[in-house]
């Protein structure tokens, strides 16, 4: 009995959070028509024909590599940006480092649909609308406060002495970085990182206010744009195209659940 | 080379207190100088300015001659051990040891012959492809020390290498650090809290507290005339007695009284304090060894000896203390006596009492007076308001 | 140690490696880039939300709270505000159930514990857009899972995405699923803050299972449960993607939420200076609700 108050809610944990990714997976193994004919979870003539339907579209295919280009944009643009920063703020006193501080923490009370608007209206004036490097900012600026504060702490908790030493051994200020500072916060890095992709890969209010055309849209707007495109009928392959938007997330976080776990929790001020 | 001088060094804080107050010390090539004082001396950022880990906020720190306080660490050619070793978690023993010939940009053959060469020298050979966590305290010490030596530096910087070590393994690493340096001959400066290790490690001592100098000398001068009364309370296990007293002139000479006891001032104290003789009358501050007591009668001359009662009775093994009742004004001790080698007596006993250590047959029993001899020739004498030993 | 003199600051003193231009320069880039894509555009939305911007027309008179009176003479907006609260209403109560149910459920487990917690994050990593098609699928009147339990059991079907207030309960849902990781995580860390000898101390005084985790427990996560909250609130009341895929605010305007109506007014009718209205009244809704859950912890929290 006191076993079951514990399964019982652990089953319904693991029956909610995976059930929707099972059904999904069943829809995109069967024909269109099969969805209505055969509705139980194991299609009886399992078949790959929506994926690849899904892979065919040219859609697919740009928004694919809109998407990878703006998210490793993103990520690697947080981290070039984001390091010196947070170094900085975490080894250096200089003029104005609490405003700083205080700035960076101002924008996590700053929903992003606020931004839509703001946003569109900037990448116009700027000639920056639909473009693919204005997004790499923007998503690097939505990640950058929370990716500098974990950087922050991950810097000031390494101990000084390593840095001294280092000194003494004969680095210098940047080969003490690379050689020790960098290294020893490798978890720290793989957390930024694996944030600021996520961030890119998954957005959607903000691509679609800043993007009109194929040339800069990325998945997850390309994905709500065909399902109103397919009508009412093609469910497989809306839920192929919404699973092999979340492959390469779940191939990552799989890697690093552990870094990932304690990530989301130092993001809780976000 | 390695000479390595401070003149007029001065550390002040951003909140304005002063660390280390107009230093002035001159370290010889191939000295083994050791900075001691309890915490907060200013020992260990003295030896930072040297190391270029901290600023110098006035005066210079000079090496071989030249004025390094603008130069960055990497530009000294220094080495340092620090208390936590500070090894990089990271790499492996050998990475470690070659961290230094790897910024200097030493060449691989010869990068891998040193680091060999040091490890052999250590002992820890076999440890080469170990990471830091994997070692235990002492393997950590040596590849520390490792670290340090690889690069044949001017000068070695030591802040506690031995602090977080056992006592036992403190003990057998504290003559292996001895017994390196004088064979590498490498200026060291050695930082440490600990007046035993300081005694036996350095060729000259300086005792540093509240970030001034109190004495330069070599461990035997430290110990034998002290130079102010803190460092009279510093040196010595357990530490000199020093209480107030005054100078009488009587028919038998110069006599010492602290309280209701006294003891004649002999010849060779006298010899040792000649000034005190123009001090009759005068308050001073007298000290006495614990081991210059002893419970056998000297010579029988009178004023040899002092009449109290035993307040308590610590058996050591080889040796004993016996603390005994004394109604003299105790000068206040409690910033001068490091309290980590306190042997664990209350600061009530101790403020009370004067401490002898003698040979433990024929121990007294709580209580028992008795009778305390004390050495000639071992008085020592210091200005109650300026805290120096008399002339 | 004389390394107590040195406390404070974590900066370094290193000789040499303290130039405040090196520090001025290596900060510039990261607050240059959220200024601009953070900071500038919220105070741009205050600004324009004086005028009566369009893009479209090029004029720009200057009208005050204009904008605002006429956000709050809407009916419409009145409506929105209605369904919103609805909404974040109905994704707090069944967020914080289920986190809190879950969460003591996963603070039970030893062994296995990482790998049930890896798949409670999976939601975390699907976009707004992608949950909702899952969620159309699921809960589709003809072949969706719910229905054709229903049908086993011989009841009829649910017009889950066709009636209004059934749509409302399926959006709750999936707004739901999306953010409970989080919730779940933040509760999950404060139970296993919570020290294990209390429980053996209230074992030994009589309390048993969920006697203790109510008693013992929960009043000491409540600061937890509050972040909770927070989260949940504050991704509710802003959120759109998944809401504009699963429903797009149909059928009618059952779902037709503040910010779909903020969108609907910029994009649609290209009403820039109401739109912007609309986005600062939904930062002031977001403070205002955190404030007030700070406040409801404060009066009935223990710490």
Partial sequence: MRAAMVWLPLAALVLWTVGPFLISLSVSFKQPAQVFSDPGLIPAQPTLDAYFRVIERPGFQQALWNSVVIAFGSLILTLVVGVPAAYALARFRFRGRHLLLLFSLLPMLVPKVGLMFPLFLLAVNLGAFDSRIFMILVFTGMLLPLAVWLLLGFFEAIPRDLEEAAAVDGATQMGAIIHIILPLSIPALLTVAVLAFREAWNEFELVLALTMTGNSRTLPYELFLMQDATGIADFPVQNAFALLTIVPLILVYLRIERYAAEGLLSGAVK | MGEVAFRDVVKRFDDGTIAVNKLNIEVADGEFLVLVGPSGCGKSTSLRMVAGLEEVSGGTIEIDGEVVNSFTPRDRDIAMVFQSYALYPHMTVEKNMAFPLRMAKVSAAEKDRRVKEAADILDIGNLLNRYPRELSGGQRQRVAMGRAIVRSPRVFLMDEPLSNLDAKLRVQMRGEISHLQRELRTTTLYVTHDQVEAMTLGDRVAVMHNGVLQQLASPEKLYASPGTVFVAGFIGSPPMNLCHGTVEKGEAGLTVRFGSMALGIDEESLARYPSVSGRAGQDIIVGMRPECFSFEAGDGAPGRSIRTSVDLVEMLGAEALVYVRTDARPVNTKDLVDTSSDVGVSEKVRANAMVARVSPKGLPQVGETVELHYETGELHFFDPVSGLALS | ?303
């Fill in chain 3, 1 to 303: 140690m004389a390394t107590g003199a040195r406390s404070g600051a974590a900066a370094t003193r290193i000789v040499g490696w303290q130039h405040s231009g090196i520090a001025y320069l290596s900060s510039a880039p990261a607050m240059i880039i959220v200024a601009m894509v953070l900071a500038f555009p919220v105070l741009f939305a205050l600004w324009q939300s004086f005028f009566g911007v369009s893009p479209i027309r090029g004029e720009q008179p200057f009208v005050g709270f204009g904008n605002y009176t006429r956000v709050f003479s809407d009916p419409q907006f009145w409506a929105s505000l209605g369904r919103t609260a609805i909404f974040v209403f109905g994704v707090i109560a069944l967020g914080l159930t289920l986190s809190i149910i879950f969460a003591f459920a996963l603070n039970r487990v030893v062994s296995g514990l990482r790998f049930i917690r890896g798949i409670a994050i999976l939601p975390y990593i699907v976009s707004s857009v992608a949950a909702a098609l899952m969620f159309r699928t699921l809960f589709n009147s003809d072949f969706g899972f719910p229905n054709q339990m229903l049908e086993f059991f011989g009841f009829a079907g649910i017009p889950w995405l066709s009636n209004g207030n059934w749509a409302m309960l399926v959006i709750i849902v999936a707004q739901v699923w999306t953010d409970l990781p989080l919730a779940l995580l933040f509760i999950l860390g404060g139970l296993q803050t919570i020290d294990k000898q209390l429980h053996e101390a209230a074992l030994v005084d009589g309390a048993t299972g969920w006697r203790s985790a109510l008693y013992i427990s929960l009043p000491l996560i409540v600061p937890q449960i509050t972040l909770a909250t927070v989260w949940l609130s504050f991704k509710a009341v802003t959120s759109l993607g998944t809401i504009l895929a699963l429903t797009g605010g149909g059928p009618g305007d059952s779902t037709q939420l503040l910010t779909l109506e903020m969108v609907r007014l910029g994009f649609d009718e290209y009403d820039t200076g109401t739109a912007m209205a609309l986005v600062i009244i939904i930062f002031l809704l977001n403070a205002g609700l955190t404030l007030f859950y700070l406040g409801l912890q404060r009066k009935f929290g223990m710490k």
